[in-house]
């Protein structure tokens, strides 16, 4: 998934004829699109509203979109009513217009969502819980508890009905995350909101990078790209604002599992000079989650996008670390992933030039791996690749030590090699967010130098 992909705009249109518009424009830069009440409504009165002409020619526009969409959008029907009513309808767009997910209200009860999810089909059902609209108090008059415990709730609730996902606010995103009961839950959140924007009904906002980085899957926006002055500008920016919130939840995420850790640590060139000072830092990208290996997946295929390589045939992870990752990235990007052998030898690991798995040769392949340090293991990974009579043309990894050198001399060979994120970067967000003094940044750092 791009992060693009994370970008559902809705379509909050008065005339089908704009929302065609709207989406012919912006679709080549967004995952999807939302229709919800207002179009629907607009839909059907521009057919029962007019006379016949323009009620065919309106008929037109309204296949046309929904030709664009591919079918593949987001329902925004908040089904709320009995259970039997509620699966007819969840049967008419699950099953007969086929759509990409459609919602259904958390207040429906579980009776409710279970009618939704057994009468889904292909699509997806999320739970809606507590509408963004609703301000603190509001929502403690209208439910009974603060709208943090009313959405857990509602989340807990929505998984045991068979829901696919919830739609919250930005601010629910993190007590969501924190629950193991709800891992696998698809968090879809609208109210997102740049300081620069208006807030206009919504109550409980962030802005995209802050949604990201809090845990959301998925974006709904309106307003800020459909009202503004150049819808297509408002993506772009929207889209780095989820690539840097992705690599944050990534930095995050590792920081959170102690896969990154601060102390006084023995590394592997301990071995040979037991002498040398130990590392302020250590990192163990290794034994992820799935889903944080899909978000490292995720991460390199952007980067790959922005870099405009596509040319490429297989995918390749360098044992051990980078290979679930390459796994992933490869799952991202729709290639096929190749298995190669590692042996122990004098020195240390060593990578053979025997590759697993059935391959053309003549074909091209992305390498993939968790640093990039000194350049002399990068450049060993490759040339045993290219014995094979495999072309390496690119090499990616999420973390560049930078002060090694490594990426850059192998850059300066004609090598190809790209990171996701450099060490610095990810200090310099441990610092802002107090997980670490600015003087353990500096520290880290002269030891990566000297090192």
């Keep these: 998934m791009q992060a693009k992909d994370r970008i559902i705009v809705a379509l909050d249109v008065d005339h089908p004829e704009k929302a065609l518009e709207l989406a012919t424009k912006l679709k080549p830069l967004v995952g999807s699109f939302k229709i919800g009440l207002e179009l629907i409504t607009a839909m059907l009165a521009s057919i029962l509203g007019r006379d016949y002409m323009v009620a065919q020619s309106n008929m037109q526009k309204i296949r046309e979109l929904f030709e664009l969409l591919g079918r593949q959008f987001f329902w925004d029907g908040k089904f709320k009513d009995i259970p039997n009513t509620v699966a007819a309808v969840s049967k008419i767009v699950g099953q007969i217009i086929k759509v990409g997910m459609f919602n259904v209200h958390a207040s429906s009860g579980i009776k409710g969502m279970m009618a939704a999810a057994d009468n889904k089909g292909g699509s997806k059902v999320l739970a809606v819980t507590v509408l963004t609209s609703h301000e603190e108090n509001n929502a403690f008059l209208d439910y009974g508890a603060p709208s943090k415990a009313k959405v857990l709730q509602y989340a807990r609730d929505a998984k045991l009905a068979g829901c696919d996902g919830v739609i919250c606010s930005p601010q629910e995103l993190a007590l969501l995350n924190d629950q193991p009961e709800l891992v696998g839950l698809q968090k879809v959140t609208p109210g ?260």
């Design 192 to 451: 997102i909101r740049s300081p620069e924007d208006p807030p206009d009904d919504q109550k409980r906002t962030m802005t995209a990078h802050e949604a990201i980085l809090a845990g959301a899957d998925a974006l709904v926006i309106g307003r800020p790209i459909t009202k503004a002055a150049s819808p297509v500008d408002a993506v772009r920016g929207i889209v780095e604002q989820i690539v840097l919130g992705l690599k944050e939840r990534l930095h995050a995420t590792l920081f959170n599992l102690q896969k990154i850790k601060f102390g006084a640590f023995k590394l592997k060139l301990h071995e040979k000079n037991p002498d040398a000072p130990l590392s302020p830092i250590y990192l163990n990208i290794r034994e992820l989650p799935d889903w944080l290996y899909a978000l490292a997946g995720d991460i390199l295929h952007d980067l790959v996008v922005w870099e405009r390589i596509n040319d490429f045939d297989y995918v390749i992870g360098i044992p051990k670390a980078g290979e679930p990752i390459g796994r992933a990235f490869a799952n991202a990007v729709g290639k096929p992933h190749l298995r190669i052998e590692k042996t122990e030898g004098e020195g240390g690991r060593k990578i053979t030039s025997k590759i697993l798995d059935p391959f053309e040769k003549g074909g091209k392949v992305v390498l993939v791996d968790d640093l990039v340090t000194r350049a002399d293991t990068k450049r060993e990974a490759i040339q045993s690749i290219e014995e094979n009579g495999l072309e390496v043309v690119a090499t990616l990894v999420l973390y560049d030590r930078e002060q090694q050198g490594g990426l850059a001399e192998l850059n300066n060979e004609g090598r190809l090699v790209l990171a996701a994120a450099k060490i610095s970067e990810m200090l310099d967000f441990f610092v802002a967010t107090k997980k670490i003094p600015e003087a353990k940044k500096k520290e880290v750092m002269d030891y990566i130098k000297a090192n």
